[in-house]
Structure formats: C-alpha cells, structure tokens
T-cell receptor, first 114, second 115 residues
Framework: DQQVKQNSPSLSVQEGRISILNCDYT??????FLWYKKYPAEGPTFLIS?????DKNEDGRFTVFLNKSAKHLSLHIVPSQPGDSAVYFC?????????????FGTGTRLKVLA | NAGVMQNPRHLVRRRGQEARLRCSPM?????VYWYRQLPEEGLKFMVY????????ESGMPKERFSAEFPKEGPSILRIQQVVRGDSAAYFC?????????????FGEGSWLTVV
C-alpha cells in the first residue's frame, strides 16, 4: 500500500526554466509534507516542508504547493540550476500514539540540462 | 555541530555473516529512524526508536533484523545471516524529543553489499 506516490521516475528540464515535481498521497490524516533532495552515495537532505493547514510555502527558489482536495502536492524550482540535478523524495508525516511516522515516495530523478 | 553520523559507510559481508550498522543522532536528538533503499527503489521505513525503546518496528522484516538504541552509545541495526537481497543502502535519521513532524535529518548512509 503506497501511501505516498511519485508517479514520474524522471524529469529533464533546461537550465533557467521551472522544474515541477509532483507527489500524490492517499491518507488525509497526514500532518506535514516534506521534500528531500538526494545526490548519489549521499544521504537525503531536507529541502522544504509544508503543514497540512497551509497551501503554499516558499523558500528561495523552492516553493511547495498543497492541494488537499486533490491529495496532491508539488515542488517548484525556479530557476532550475545544474546543481539541482538529483533525486527528489516527497514524504509525509502522521502523528499517532505520541510519535511521528514519516513515509517516503519512490523519488523523481531530476536532470537539469545546461 | 555534527550531523547524523553513520558507520561504516561501506560494508561487505559474505552470505550467512552478520552485519552491524551504527548511527549516532544529532546532538540533542533522542529519536532515531532507520530506512532502507534497495537499488532503484525509494526509502522504505524500517524502525523508529527512542532511547531504550522501540516505538514502531512495523517496517522491519520478521526474521534476522533487529534494532536497538541503548541509553549510552549509538543506535545499532543488526542483520543476522545476511543474504544477497539485503544488499542496499541503509539510512538513519534523527529528530529532537520535541519533534513536530516537519522534518527529520538523515545521515550519509551505510552501503551493505552481500557477496
């Protein structure tokens, strides 16, 4: 049962253009949604998060949009840079019995072309 | 300000041997999560621990895998009698005791290769 889904395994974007990474979820009880970036042979690095009560959060070139009715969120990167080439994981957290659990999607590999 | 420390970074084991992966959380963090990434797959939750306590092990395989987070020292993920299918990257993450659900911090990972 994949509660967090990233249906696009890969995405190629020209440098300077916008990258849009998508994520769908099934559990309406998630409290937060998070995006991580991962380079090969390294650990995931936290990028940005959004509370389930918000619909937008922005941090520099990164903006996350949340559409609760569609159970969909997206990460916008603008302008895209070659250094943004990495695998991006969407994650969701839920609170249950005093603890948080984080569930990750399968990732989208972004390639920014110079 | 040290981040989450994992060791070893790379580990090679023969089938049937034991693998021990260690994780020291960030300073001030008392919650530890272990995730596994199989080749070409996403991050799969394995276990969530607090000091001396396993909170959620719903993602742990029923046999051969165990985890602990003692009062002193790092968290340990132990895999007994490894098989080729255990070859993967194992990531540890930590969060503070007042975690709000909006982030966890990952280590660099431990790559296990079973030959």
């Amino acid at each position: 049962d994949q509660q967090v889904k990233q249906n696009s395994p890969s995405l190629s974007v020209q440098e300077g253009r916008i990258s849009i990474l998508n994520c769908d979820y099934t559990n309406s009880m998630f409290d937060y949604f998070l995006w991580y970036k991962k380079y090969p042979a390294e650990g995931p690095t936290f990028l940005i998060s959004i509370s389930s009560i918000k619909d937008k959060n922005e941090d520099g070139r990164f903006t996350v949009f949340l559409n609760k009715s569609a159970k969909h969120l997206s990460l916008h990167i603008v302008p895209s840079q070659p250094g943004d080439s990495a695998v991006y994981f969407c994650a969701a957290s839920s609170y249950n019995s005093g603890t948080y659990k984080y569930i990750f999607g399968t990732g989208t590999r972004l390639k920014v072309l110079a | 300000n040290a981040g989450v420390m994992q060791n070893p970074r790379h580990l090679v084991r023969r089938r049937g041997q034991e693998a021990r992966l260690r994780c020291s959380p960030m300073k001030g963090h008392s919650h530890v999560y272990w995730y596994r990434q199989l080749p070409e797959e996403g991050l799969k939750f394995m276990v969530y621990l607090q000091k001396e306590n396993i909170i959620d092990e719903s993602g742990m395989p029923k046999e051969r895998f165990s985890a602990e987070f003692p009062k002193e020292g790092p968290s340990i993920l132990r895999i007994q009698q490894v098989v080729r299918g255990d070859s993967a990257a194992y990531f540890c993450a930590s969060s503070p005791p007042t975690a709000s659900g909006n982030t966890i911090y990952f280590g660099e990972g431990s790559w296990l290769t079973v030959v």
